[in-house]
Each structure stands twice: as structure tokens, then as C-alpha cells.
Nanobody
Framework: QVQLVESGGGLVQAGGTLRLSCVAS????????MGWFRRAPGKERDFVAAIGWSGGITDYADSVKGRFTISRDNSKNTVYLEMNSLKPEDTAVYYC?????????????????WGQGTQVTVSS
């Protein structure tokens, strides 16, 4: 089992910055791909970003490419999502996910464990 706890969400003005963190406990963190997904009110869950277990390979949704950066610190069992130039359409609950595979994935089915989510609200 892997337990995931997100933090760092909040209210920010458009153009602002937030950094989300996700701390994992349980099995060896370094053996897991990590991903961030989000669900806006009334919408489906969407892929945001993912990172492979070594941290060397990343993938981003087109809507966040160039603005968001995913990274991980395997010594701290933590994955981060740095969000810059935030827009009101980035408002959502952001979820961290983990899957026991090497490469990043955009598919929710590629992840076995999910956090409870952290709310990000961007005001215009």
C-alpha cells in the first residue's frame, strides 16, 4: 500500500504561483511513476503532469505545458507540482497519484494509488 497526502493548494490571483507537494508513505517511492490530475467543478478528471520513477522523463498536458513543472525528490518521498502563470481555468481539485511502473502515463488507469486532493482556486 502507498498513502499519498497532498498539500500546498489555496487561493491565488491570476498570474500567481503555487507549489503543490505530495508525500508518499508505504512502499518504496522510487519504484513508482507519479502523476498529477485535476477535476474542475462539473468536469471529468484530467491529466496534468507525470514523472517517471527516476525523474528523468516527464509529460505534461498541453494546457499546462510551459507553465507547470513536475519534479520529485526520492530521498524525501515527495513529488512537486510548481504552477506558474495560473489562470482561472486552472481552478480544480488537484490529485496526486502513484503507479508501480517506470515511465510516466497520462491514463488514470496507470495509477494504483490516489491522494485525497487539494483545492486550487485562481481568481480573475
Amino acid at each position: 500500500q502507498v498513502q499519498l497526502v497532498e498539500s500546498g493548494g489555496g487561493l491565488v490571483q491570476a498570474g500567481g504561483t503555487l507549489r503543490l507537494s505530495c508525500v508518499a508513505s508505504g512502499r518504496a517511492f522510487r519504484g513508482y511513476r507519479m502523476g498529477w490530475f485535476r477535476r474542475a467543478p462539473g468536469k471529468e478528471r484530467d491529466f496534468v503532469a507525470a514523472i517517471g520513477w527516476s525523474g528523468g522523463i516527464t509529460d505534461y498536458a498541453d494546457s499546462v505545458k510551459g507553465r507547470f513543472t513536475i519534479s520529485r525528490d526520492n530521498s524525501k518521498n515527495t513529488v512537486y507540482l510548481e504552477m506558474n502563470s495560473l489562470k482561472p481555468e486552472d481552478t480544480a481539485v488537484y490529485y496526486c497519484a502513484a503507479g508501480p511502473y517506470e515511465l510516466p502515463s497520462r491514463r488514470p488507469e496507470g495509477y494504483d494509488y490516489w491522494g485525497q486532493g487539494t483545492q486550487v482556486t485562481v481568481s480573475s
